[in-house]
């Protein structure tokens, strides 16, 4: 989280004229606002396409170098356009026109388009109004709720997540060597990504630089965690691929989350007091056949977020990747899931062990029952008046 300290010491607020007279202007540039939402488990993609009526259209990446074909969505995601209200953030307007992104694996990602022009300063205070935007959280939100109810009978399980990821990608027109002004304006470039109206410290000024990547000399792209800046005149597959990183990032948050629930689930079924009979109840097949379900869901969710997306071959595109899934962390959020997968399956097994045991149980008692009936039995039989 950032720490927007607005009661802060004034000698560390940068003064937006100071900023206006020493920073550059932006002759043109795009500001891609973007929300990801998580609205079931799976999309099919065909079907919701039969039952959009608005634009639309697949997504595909187009390769600015030599790249092979099996670069690649599998399957490629679904692009809706809709016509949008002007919004006002900050100094800016958003366009009149915004995109819906429908991914299979249950994710929809929605993206304002915001014309952006002036000082580098402008762009710190389009930066710190994005940040929360409540404008945009609600739009954002009622058109994810409008589209599931178009597309319902298309998604699995539907069920659009509280949680929502926010990232903001600032597509500037590089003019001449964009390297030079990444070095230049080292400071003003970090506050806007890191959001902050504060003078940073170096130390957190390279921090925000230090995933800052080129393909040519006349572009460069700054990933940090919460936006990125990309200098260059056509960079939608390098935004494709930040698009896609941040609703992966969506997606492992809200495994996670659902993750702890059936942990939480499966250990009250484990430590539920207790003995019944399988003949008498269906309380432990119940339990088990739910666990079972929890682990099956979780496991497609996490394979299908991660096989979306073919890597292999086009180099650069897979370091911005790389870059991204390091400042997001999407390394550990694997790593985390992975654990909770496994302590699910452990704890499957546990209780179909336990019941597999309460089966021998009974039969063994049934046994012992029919043994003692078959020796009691003949002299019952030779007791008089039988």
Same mark, same amino acid.
């Given at each position: ?19 206006a ?12 606002? $973007? ?43 679904? +692009?809706?356009?809709?016509?949008? $209200?002007?919004?006002? $953030? ?18 929809? #990602? ?8 002036g ?7 389009? #930066? ?11 739009? #954002?939100?009622?058109?994810?709720v ?73 572009d ?32 492992l948050?809200y495994?996670d989350?659902?993750?702890?629930l ?7 079924? $484990?430590t ?6 399988p ?25 299908g ?11 650069y595109?897979?370091?911005v ?5 390091? +400042?997001?962390?999407? *390394?550990?959020?694997d ?22 045991? +309460? ?14 009936? #078959? ?9 008089? *008046?039988?």
């Amino acid at each position: 989280m950032r720490t927007d300290n607005e009661i802060g010491n004034p000698e560390n607020v940068a003064p937006a004229s100071a900023h206006a007279e020493h920073t550059p202007a932006v002759e043109r540039g795009t500001c891609y606002a $973007v929300f990801a939402y998580s609205i079931g488990l799976s999309i099919d993609l065909q079907e919701a396409e039969r039952r959009i009526n608005t634009d639309k259209r697949r997504e595909t990446i187009k390769h600015r170098h030599r790249a092979p074909q099996y670069f690649k969505y599998d399957p490629p995601p679904l +692009r809706v356009t809709q016509e949008s $209200v002007r919004i006002h $953030v900050g100094p800016f307007d958003s366009a009149d026109r915004l995109n819906l992104v429908l991914y299979d694996f249950g994710a929809v #990602s929605v993206t304002y388009e915001i014309a952006v022009d002036g000082p580098l300063s402008s762009l710190m205070a389009l #930066s710190n109004e994005l940040y929360d935007n409540p404008k945009l959280l609600t739009d #954002s939100r009622r058109r994810v709720v409008e589209l599931v109810e178009t597309i319902k009978p298309a998604i699995t399980k539907p069920s659009i997540s509280d949680l929502v990821e926010d990232y903001a990608v600032y597509e500037l027109t590089p003019g001449i060597n964009p390297h030079r002004k990444t070095t230049a304006y080292r400071q003003e470039l970090a506050q806007i990504l890191r959001a902050e109206r504060n003078f940073l410290s170096d130390q957190e000024v390279d921090d925000a630089h230090a995933c800052t990547l080129s393909f040519g000399r006349d572009d460069t792209v700054i990933i940090d965690w919460n936006a990125a800046v990309l200098f260059d005149r056509d960079g939608d597959d390098v935004r494709m691929v930040l698009d896609y990183a941040n609703v992966e990032l969506l997606q492992l948050r809200y495994l996670d989350d659902r993750l702890d629930l059936a942990l939480a689930e499966s250990y009250r079924a $484990v430590t539920k007091r207790g003995w019944r009979l399988p003949f008498l109840g269906r309380s432990n097949a119940n339990d088990l056949r739910r666990v079972a379900e929890l682990q099956l869901d979780g496991a497609m969710l996490f394979e299908g977020v991660n096989n979306a997306l073919k890597l292999l071959g086009d180099q650069y595109l897979a370091r911005v990747y790389r870059a991204a899934s390091q +400042r997001l962390h999407l *390394g550990e959020w694997d790593a985390t899931i992975l654990r909770k997968l496994q302590t699910l399956e452990s704890t499957y097994e546990k209780m179909s062990d336990r019941q597999t045991n +309460r089966r021998m149980e009974v039969l063994e008692w049934i046994i012992i029952i029919l043994i003692a009936a #078959s020796i009691a039995l003949p002299f019952v039989l030779t007791v008089p *008046g039988y």
